[in-house]
């Protein structure tokens, strides 16, 4: 005799079809090891009829093809790193984004590169549209993002030069959009509530590090991040309180780049350099922007060499399972309707 467990439900909730997410009511059959979902889609009247999130690790599922985003500030927003490149100008609901989208390939890898501050770096880190620039990067089917950023390093065993990957952050921002639910006509229907361990996907990190060894390059494999809102530097107490935090390093850009990144259903991670101990450490000057870029320069190319062997490392790999949970994480914590 065979018995079968299954549990039904019925939801008002979102769906990821060809890439987008969208608004959908579900019937949802749960049985031991999968998940199949009937519904129908409100927003662009399509049928849902699907196991695209199942979590069966028998199911054979097609590979689904990489495309990397990459998102730098000065000196890593060269063109010239993109081979078969064109300019690409995307609309979003959010506005504009800070330059046009330079799409290519590296090594045959399909990659788009976004200079953060804008080409002429004429944008500073509060008025960088992070919406626009990460809603940009997925409609034209980024799977993946790696970032650059240079931060000032809150701890002796930082020094100056240093490459970090950071897996963690402490938001200090006080006036950026933290979300693209924000209940706006054009943005998507609910409210995403994201958990933000792991902010950063540690597979990514794990690929970042392995590049970084492969090239020879000494790199510190876990940092926290404070991102303020700039765009001043920290005062001496503000400093020595984000060490008290735990905080390991202080940028600008960070958040709520990671964050939105993960609610778009990216796989997120970042090289960050050292360029200064910022003002904590008794009987040194505080930061100032020309010691910031002279060793930011003089490092330049490193992080330029790592994001390079990181792709090539990334397309060796499948990720579609990645990218489906990132996707599915998505819509998992997204509330839209009566619950």
């Known amino acids: 005799m065979l018995i079968l467990l299954l549990t039904l439900t ?7 079809y060809r890439n987008e997410i969208h608004s959908c009511i579900f019937i949802e059959l749960h049985f031991p090891q999968t998940l199949f979902r009937f519904g129908h889609c409100e927003e662009h009247n399509f049928e849902v009829n699907t196991m695209l999130h199942i979590k069966c690790k028998d199911t054979d599922l097609e590979p689904i093809s990489v495309k990397i985003g990459i998102i730098g500030g000065s000196g890593l927003d060269d063109p010239d790193i993109i081979e078969n490149r064109k300019e690409t100008e995307v609309k979003t609901p959010f506005g504009s984004t800070s330059d046009v989208l330079i799409e290519g390939e ?3 890898v399909k990659c788009v590169l976004l200079a953060r501050h804008g080409r002429k770096h004429n944008i500073m ?4 549209n992070y919406r626009a620039n990460i809603w940009a990067m997925r409609q034209v089917g980024c799977t993946h993002l790696i970032v650059s950023t240079a ?15 950071p897996n963690d952050f402490i938001d200090r921002t006080t006036k950026r959009a933290q979300t693209f639910y924000d209940g706006g006509a054009e943005s998507p229907r609910g409210v995403c509530h994201l958990s933000m361990f792991p902010c950063f996907s540690e597979r990514v990190r794990s690929v970042l590090v392995a590049s970084a060894k492969e090239l020879d390059y000494n790199v510190h494999d876990k940092a926290t991040i404070v991102t303020i809102e700039g765009p001043r530097f920290s005062s001496r107490s503000e400093s020595n309180m984000f060490r008290q935090w735990g905080g390991d390093l202080i940028n600008m850009t960070t958040c709520p780049e990671v964050v939105l990144a993960k609610e778009a259903g990216l796989l997120y991670g970042s090289v960050a350099i050292a360029t200064d101990y910022d003002c904590w450490r008794m009987g040194c000057e505080g930061v100032n922007v020309q010691d910031v870029l002279k060793t ?3 490092n330049v190319l490193k992080v330029r060499q790592i994001l390079m062997k990181a792709v090539q490392n990334i397309a060796k790999e499948d990720w579609t399972e990645d990218i489906l949970d ?3 994480c998505v819509c998992k914590n ?3 309707g009566s619950m």
Do not use: Q, W, Y
């Open 125 to 128: 880190p509060t008025n960088v």
């Open 326 to 328: 990132a996707k599915e």
């Open 151 to 165: 931060c000032g390093s809150l701890r002796e065993e930082i020094h100056p030069g240093d490459l970090v990957i």
């Open 10 to 16: 019925a939801t008002i909730a979102t769906c990821v």
């Open 334 to 336: 997204t509330m839209s």
């Open 106 to 108: 590296i090594g045959g």
């Open 296 to 298: 930011f320069s003089a």
